[in-house]
């Protein structure tokens, strides 16, 4: 499996260089993408391209089940001064989950979305959102992102503008929406909560495991 994703990387980068007329990457330039991206990640990736799940159309990608409203995604900014494909580090680990909660949740009958709203992964049972998904490629950037989403546990004020604030959109997203359970994941690393909404609270996050992945 990870043979394959490797030569499908290959493709999106000569996709992308030959839409932004970039030269061939070196071998240097894959080193470093394998040494950025785990052996399981990229394995992972792998097993959702040979069962369709992940569709790529050229340096961009969708999803199987998705709607077409949504996507195609990007695997690579542009970034003139480097002249080589950028690639968007999040992306691979947010499919790479998506792969995984496929598997997981489909036989159970709960519905999976990528990109919910401000989400970045979502479960659903006959329409009910019971959980939420946010996904970093690094482990200290998700612990920076839950610890600022703990902040307005006690209260959320909805009239302040959260752009370029990202725990409090999180933050809005979870007291409007009301899942059951929210989940954090980054290369290595994952941490599960099950959300209340007592009184007095926007709401509240506590350590849990959720049954259904």
């Not at 479960?123 to 989403?149: F, P």
Request: aromatic share 14%.
């Amino acid at each position: 499996m990870i043979e394959k994703f490797n030569q499908h990387f290959k493709d999106w980068v000569s996709s992308a260089c030959k839409d932004w007329d970039y030269p061939e990457p070196s071998d240097e330039y894959f080193a470093r993408v394998h040494r950025r991206l785990p052996e399981g990640l990229r394995v992972s990736l792998g097993l959702g391209l040979k069962e369709g799940l992940i569709i790529s159309q050229g340096r961009t990608f969708t999803l199987k089940g998705l709607s077409p409203k949504k996507g195609p995604y990007n695997w690579f900014s542009r970034y003139s001064s480097a002249k080589e494909p950028a690639p968007n580090w999040e992306y691979f680990v947010q499919v790479a989950e998506f792969v995984r909660l496929y598997h997981v949740t489909t036989a159970k009958g709960l519905i999976l979305t990528f990109e919910d709203d401000l989400m970045d992964l979502a479960l659903y049972l006959n329409d009910k959102l019971v959980v939420c998904c946010e996904v970093k490629e690094r482990a200290s950037h998700l612990q920076k992102l839950i610890k600022g989403i703990k902040v307005y546990q006690q209260s959320i004020n909805f009239t302040v503008v959260d752009r370029g604030n990202d725990p409090l959109r999180k933050a809005k997203y979870i007291a409007k929406r009301r899942p059951k359970y929210f989940c954090g994941v980054a290369i290595g690393v994952r941490f599960e909560y099950q959300v209340s909404y007592p009184e007095g609270y926007a709401f509240q996050l506590a350590k849990d495991v959720i049954p259904w992945i």
